[in-house]
T-cell receptor
């Protein structure tokens, strides 16, 4: 069982609010990721991190920002939420192993609705 | 560029039927890794299997089996004697060392198992 947590699980907020989605893992994984998932199911990578103080943008452009000050923590922030940000946000982590790709472990997700 | 195609958007079967979920991938890398994930209605992605490109041996785990064929660039997933609890969205994914171990997901297949 993966030890990766996301809070809140559900969030309904008004337009213009600043929000932070929390993601923490207790597995000591160096890599962490944020995905946005449309109602149509497709997963899009929006941010990733190779380790502390490392953050990169993913394939899908996002107005959100991330930080990685501690290994276990990878929060995502939206400065001013809009209805177009309504989506499910999934956090994941993985461990870099020499010579192979390790599976990513996913958190339960945060379902965000912006009114 | 890497690509994963899951041509079946939705599949509906009756309990106890066998069902195969198709996955076709594209990559120029010679060393790559394929994954299957399950996303139940609760939302989290659950890791099912990882297969590397050098290991074409098919795998069976209980009612689940996977058929990896490099000649057709396919990594199909079969559920034998399906159950209602198998109802979920299933994602096939691909990565490689040259891709920085970033996962490329297919669009997902929604499986509905009816009693």
């Amino acid at each position: 069982e993966a030890d990766i947590y996301q809070t809140p699980r559900y969030l309904v907020i008004g337009t213009g609010k600043k929000i932070t989605l929390e993601c923490s893992q207790t597995m000591g994984h160096d890599k962490m990721y944020w995905y946005q998932q449309d109602p149509g199911m497709e997963l899009h990578l929006i941010h990733y991190s190779y380790g502390v103080n490392s953050t990169e943008k993913g394939d899908l452009s996002s107005e959100s920002t991330v930080s990685r000050i501690r290994t276990e923590h990878f929060p995502l922030t939206l400065e001013s939420a809009r209805p177009s940000h309504t989506s499910q946000y999934l956090c994941a982590s993985s461990l870099t192993s020499s010579g192979r790709a390790d599976e990513q472990f996913f958190g339960p997700g945060t379902r965000l609705t912006v009114l | 560029a890497q690509k994963v195609t899951q041509a079946q958007t939705e599949i509906s079967v009756v309990e106890k039927e066998d069902v195969t979920l198709d996955c076709v991938y594209e990559t120029r890398d010679t060393t790559y890794y394929l994954f299957w994930y399950k996303q139940p209605p609760s939302g989290e992605l659950v890791f099912l299997i990882r297969r590397n490109s050098f290991d074409e041996q098919n795998e069976i785990s209980g009612r689940y089996s996977w058929n990896f064929q490099k000649s057709t660039s396919s990594f199909n997933f079969t559920i034998t004697a399906s159950q209602v609890v198998d109802s979920a969205v299933y994602f096939c994914a691909l990565t490689s060392n040259n891709a920085g171990n970033m996962l490329t997901f297919g669009g997902g297949t929604r499986l509905m198992v009816k009693p």
